[in-house]
């Protein structure tokens, strides 16, 4: 058995409303680490998650499972992060709410189509009441009637301007070919299934990519009095700068990045581990908080 220290493990609750593609996730990440060698499928009962013969007819989770997934990026040592993989059902509140307590971040799933949905602002407001780091993964991208542009004006509206894309989506012919990774001002086209290349950044991204990397830079400024004054004299950001400043706020919670994906099409999912495994504290970061239960 592999023996993994504090320092390597992540916690991770995926939360979300019913139907958003929590389970999907899980399944697409389990894949992409390596932990099976086959996509399961939700309405055909072959999930990971969804193991009981309940929820296999029923088509959704009941209670929550745990899917551990290994992830190695580069020349890094693996982490081994553990999806806590939650109901979206309000029935079943009380094992969403479990499983919030035993995680170390949250990853909040929505379906770009739906938007934003009851099961999304209660995720938010067990994330806020927990202190949880928080990333939202969007799923459903390969949609041609899904607005991410649409969707991420409805966050900012209900959750404020700590919600921050850190993609943004390349379509051509309706159809969702790749991503620009807002961090480094890169374009990534999808080659096959989740792996992707470098591409040019289509002209159409390029207005709602400034509005989205000036929000980012501002965020990071704010993260230390260095960073404000390089920011103020105009001076750019290194990557490196950006990416430690970012890990700072998402723990803090003054940030909440938005990813985005398909499930169907096993897009996106290996950006969610890298950032996961980057930006999520794992438990050797973080204060364990008991209560004397004799008062």
Excluded at 192 to 197: A, K
Excluded at 219 to 227: D, I, M, N, P, R
């Amino acid at each position: 058995m592999k023996v993994y220290e504090t320092s390597q493990i992540r916690n991770v609750v995926l939360m979300g409303h019913g139907g958003a593609g929590k389970t999907t996730l899980a399944e697409a990440c389990a894949f992409v680490g390596g932990a099976i060698k086959k996509m399961g499928s939700v309405p055909q009962g072959t999930t990971l998650s969804d193991y009981d013969k309940e929820e296999q007819r029923r088509g959704f989770s009941i209670s929550t499972a745990l899917i551990p997934v290994e992830y190695t990026d580069q020349d890094a040592e693996p982490v081994k992060i553990n999806f806590l993989d939650t109901p979206g059902y309000f029935d079943f509140v009380g094992e969403v709410e479990e499983a919030v307590a035993a995680a170390d971040a949250a990853v909040i799933v929505i379906n770009c189509k739906a938007g934003v949905e009851p099961g999304t602002i209660k995720a938010w407001e067990l994330c806020e009441k927990l202190r949880l780091p928080r990333i939202f993964f969007v799923t459903n991208m390969d949609d041609d009637k899904a607005s991410f542009r649409q969707l991420v004006l409805d966050l900012e509206k209900r959750f404020g301007k700590s919600v921050a894309p850190f993609q943004l989506p390349i379509r051509e012919n309706e159809k969702f070919v790749g991503f620009v990774n807002v961090v480094k001002m890169a374009g990534r086209r999808f080659t096959n299934l989740n792996e992707y290349e470098a591409c040019p950044i289509p002209d159409y991204v390029e207005k709602h990519l400034n509005i989205a990397r000036s929000s980012l830079l501002e965020a990071v400024a704010e993260s230390s009095e260095e960073l404000m004054e390089k920011y103020f004299a105009g001076e750019e950001f290194t990557t490196e700068e950006i990416q430690a400043a970012l890990r700072v706020n998402i723990k803090d919670c003054s940030i909440a990045p938005i990813l985005m994906g398909s499930g169907t099409h096993v897009q996106g999912f290996n950006v969610l581990l890298q950032v996961i495994d980057k930006y999520f504290p794992s438990p050797k970061e973080l204060e364990a908080i008991g209560v004397d239960a004799s008062n």
